[in-house]
């Protein structure tokens, strides 16, 4: 089983910056798919960001050239670089990732607040 702790969420004014953590309890080489889902409330989960084990990322629209994932291997550790941030950016986050010994399943993290406000 792959465990995941997430940190890194706040308040946030509009066009202020926040960086989302991601701390997988297995190494990052292992994975197949990184991502990062958000949830605003009475909405739909949304796919903000994925990254591959071999560098390809993708991200929605709404987001692109102002969110960035990463990870760092040594820390094994997924990140989401949030900048410009936008009300409507407001939601709870999730990490996801997808083990390369099983590629179709998937793990979550608990969640983390984002609020961007004025």
């Known amino acids: 089983q792959v465990q995941l702790v997430e940190s890194g969420g706040g308040l946030v004014q509009p066009g202020g910056s926040l960086r989302l953590s991601c701390a997988a309890s297995?190494?990052?080489?292992?994975?197949?798919?990184t991502a990062w889902y958000r949830q605003a409330p009475e909405k739909q989960r949304e796919l903000v960001a994925t990254?591959?084990?071999?560098?390809?990322?993708t991200y929605v629209d709404s987001v692109k050239g102002r969110f960035t994932i990463s990870t760092d291997n040594t820390k094994n550790t997924v990140y989401l670089q949030m900048n410009s941030l936008r009300p409507e950016d407001t939601a709870v986050y999730y990490c996801n990732v997808r083990p390369k010994w099983d590629v179709g399943s998937d793990y979550w993290g608990q969640g983390t607040q984002v609020t961007v406000s004025s």
């Open positions: 297995v190494n990052i080489f292992s994975l197949y798919v």
């Open positions: 990254l591959t084990s071999s560098g390809s990322t």
